[in-house]
């Protein structure tokens, strides 16, 4: 006959099981911020959008007061660094 003594640590570990099951229950991918993302590459993502966003507002800038391209006051075509006339 078994005593109580054999059965506390299967007590225990259910004890436990219940509460971690409670936790799981509530959040099962406590890791993942969205259905495909952890934290982390959420918080990367919108690091990269926000740097493309600012670089293509300094782009609208410049396009905006002319200063993207060089002076055409010249008859001769400005030859840009990579070889090709803008």
């Known amino acids: 006959m078994k005593t109580a003594a054999h059965f506390l640590p299967l007590l225990v570990i259910a004890a436990c099981g219940i509460g971690c099951a409670e936790e799981y229950q509530n959040r099962p991918a406590p890791a993942m911020a969205s259905t495909t993302d952890r934290w982390i590459d959420a918080a990367n993502n919108y690091v990269y959008m926000r740097n ?35």
């Open 52 to 86: 493309i966003n600012q670089r293509g507002l300094l782009d609208d800038v410049n396009r905006t007061i002319y200063i993207d391209n060089p002076s055409r006051l010249s008859p001769w075509p400005i030859v840009d660094m990579s070889g090709n006339p803008r």
